[in-house]
Structures are given as structure tokens and as C-alpha cells.
């Protein structure tokens, strides 16, 4: 999987006009080489020669081909959802005895939980109150209790569980799976993000950084979903199809010429192709984001609203082949719950049934079998309150959850200590998580690999070990 990256030796002046051609717009898409191999005027082997999103075998045989990452941004507590701690009530109000670990602020006092646990499923796991639905779900569920992170901030957070690193430098995981598996759909993106707005740090969390452009993540804004104008602009409604055909058929010609007089410009060749795939997406984005073809029936199994509608449109996606899609609660950071805690439950309640909805409807089409779903945030948050009853950011000890897609259903793993501030048994790191889920894909995590500026680049960098215990 090594690949040379090409960048300039040193400055080259160039004209405005020059540098516009310069610009990809980084759909993450397949392009004019595609196409020209479906109507057969490319040689025998096109994906290998000029065509980076066509589908790549795995490393090794995969348990999972796609994944699902429902990303609740702001960072939920793992006391107040998966992993509860009755010694919080015993010992609400008093000092915490572990002082010395730092938090973003100062903290008060330890905190119980406002929420009742309840056992669930045969497995008998705990699950806060506020996810009935999910808890129902929970033998096909295992929630990692031993998460922890670098920092406390969410900044840093946010690109180390979608890009591996801290600093906004590194290309994201689902810009790594697309470099790494290519695309099954010529039709779509290979990496979505469904997001209405933008989160903190924003198209980072997305980003292809030093990857070929093509390979970026395509943000669609789903704060009103409407699927004849799913991608801002492809429509035009001065020409036929027909006509816009032969104007981008010239216009990726002009493009090409372009290209071929600047050699080694990756960027130019991203540029090409996502307007293609703006083009191909006319059809087939319209046809996957018209939630007006599910029956009466699946629409009332994901309830309302915006969330309930990005999962159920992650289902349809993922149904047509796209690598990763990743649905974000909301913008900003929704789960920061820092005055209220009791805040939870609402959010709870807006995702809990399209969450559940989601794992049955997979289960029902025999897809969760190959599609790997992931929930949780960028951190965790304290057991204590931050002066009142809200909770501080928490990057010790929290936890997210995976099911399907070769994952042991009904399970725990790890735990953190008996109040809740930090990883203790099996401690997973990010990295580990990566690691994990690349390897769940087919991949090994330590060949995945792109070379850029003299180094040989990962998504888990140096570090990550496959947690094994959870694969089925």
C-alpha cells in the first residue's frame, strides 16, 4: 500500500488562472477514468493504472466491508450511558480521591448519576435509562469501558478519534479507507459525512490532508434534506442532460490537457474527477437520499427528525456501497453538557430509537453481519461536577460501542475505575480502536501506509494493537 506522494521541489510562480486549475474540489469520488472504463476506451487494466477508487482487496479476508460511525460530538458521559457506578451515589458530594488527574477546569465534588440503570438483554449489560431502544439492542452490542485519549480539550480530541493525531496534519480514517479499499460504488463517494452544519474544527475531521484529494470526505449538510439538491450546483436547468454531458465532456478535456502539461499535480486529476462524480451523483445521490421511497412503515420504525433521518439515510448508503459514513449528532458540540448533566436525556431521546432502528433494520437485511457500526465521542466526561451539576471533559477513562461487522454481541470489555475517572483493565487507546477497526476491514493497520515528505505515514502512526478479545 506505499505510495509516493509528489509535491514541488521549490517555489514555481504561476498566474491566477493557473492556480484556480489548481484547486480540487475533493468529492472523494471516481471521475472520468471510471467512466471511460464502463463504455470501454481504457485498457485492460484501468482501476490499477488511473482509476484510485476502484474497489482493492483486503489485506487479509474481511469480516466487515463498511462501517457506520455515529459520532456524538462534545464528548457524553460513560457514567450518565454504558458504564454506570453505584459507588457515585455512596459517595456524592465528597472529594474525589483521584484529585491528581487533570481535567480541563477545575472540579467540585463527586456527582451520581440523575439517571437509573437498568440490566438489558440476555446478556444482562447495564444501560443508562435514557436508551431504552438501544438497551433492547444490547446483545449485538459490546461497549468498550476502557477507552481513554491524550487530551482533555475538544480541539484535539476530535481530529485524535477521526484522524489519529492531534494536530490538524492528518488525513481522516475514512480518507484512509477509501486510499486503502477503494470505492464499491462508481456512483457515490466512498466516504460521507452527514452533518448539519459544521462541527468544531469542521472539514478537518473530513479531510484527505496529504492524501490524494480524491480520497477526502463529501460533507453533506442535512439540516434539510431534500434529494433533488443533495450537492449544492450539480443541476443545471438552462441544459438537457444531454448538453451538460457534452459540456463537461469539453470541459474534461480542457482539464486533461491541463493535467498532462503539469505533471506530478495530484490535485488536478482530484479536480477532474469530483466534477464527474458531481455529475454521475445527478442520479444515483438523489435516488439514495429520497427517503420518500422507505415504506410508512421503516420511516415510523426511525421516528422523526433530523438525526432519524441521516441514520436511516447511512442505511440506504451503506446499502449502496459506500465505504464509511459517518452521521454527526449535530454541529458544534451538542453533547457538552458542562452546566446540566440531565441535559443527556434529551439528546438520548432524540437518537436513541433511530440508533436502535438502525441496528434492526441492518440486522433484518443481513447487512450487520458486514457493516460495522460505531458509536461515541471524542472523550468521555468526569464523575464530578463542575460547580454545578454538569460534568467536565474527561479524556482518562469513557466509552464507545461497535456491532456488527465481526464484533462479539452482548459484551463489555475494559472498565475504569470504581467511581469512573480513568481507564483501568484493558485500557484501549485510540490507536487501539483504530487498529481494530481497520483490522475488521481487512487490513493490517501497520501496512496501510502513505509516503509523504520522507516518512512513511499511518492512520494509527506508531502505535495501535488490534483489541482481539471483542472479534467474533
Known sequence: MNRESQFSGGPSPFSRRELLGRMGTGLGALGLAGLLADEGLLGADPAAAVNPLAAKPPHFPAKAKR??????????????TFDPKPMLAKHHGEKPPAAEIKTERRTGGLMKSPFK???????????????P??????????????MHTNVPNHEPSLLMMNSGETQPTRPSMGSWLCYGLGSENQNLPGF???????????????????LPGIYQGCHINN?????????????????????????????????TRHRDERSGD????????????????????????DLGQETAATREQYGKGQFADACLVARRLAERGVRMTQVFYG??????????IAGHATKAKDSDQPIAALLRDLKARGMLEDTLVLWGGEFGRTPTSEGSLGRDHNNHGFSVWLAGGGVKGGMTYGSTDEFGFAATENRTHVHDLHATLLHLLGMDHTKLTYRY?????RLTDVHGEVVRDILA
Open 133 to 146: 431502544e438501544v438497551g433492547k439492542c444490547i446483545d449485538d452490542i459490546c461497549v468498550i469501558r476502557s
Open 266 to 289: 495530484a490535485q488536478l486529476e482530484a479536480r477532474i474527477q469530483s466534477m464527474e462524480m458531481a455529475y454521475r451523483m445527478q442520479t444515483e445521490a438523489q435516488e439514495a437520499f
Open 67 to 80: 462501517i457506520i460511525h455515529l459520532f456524538m460530538n462534545g464528548g457524553p458521559s460513560q457514567v450518565d
Open 453 to 457: 515528505s520522507g516518512r512513511d505515514f
Open 192 to 210: 460521507v459525512v452527514l452533518c448539519p452544519g459544521k462541527p468544531v474544527v469542521g472539514p478537518q475531521l473530513w479531510s484527505n490532508s496529504f
Open 117 to 131: 440503570f437498568n440490566r438489558c438483554g440476555e446478556s444482562g449489560i447495564e444501560v443508562s435509562e435514557i436508551f
Open 331 to 340: 454541529n458544534g458540540q451538542p453533547w457538552d453538557d458542562h452546566g446540566n
Open 223 to 255: 439540516s434539510k434534506l431534500d434529494p433533488t439538491n443533495v450537492i449544492q450546483n450539480i443541476n443545471n436547468g438552462y441544459l438537457t442532460r444531454d448538453a451538460q454531458r457534452r459540456q463537461l465532456d469539453l470541459i474534461n478535456r480542457m482539464n
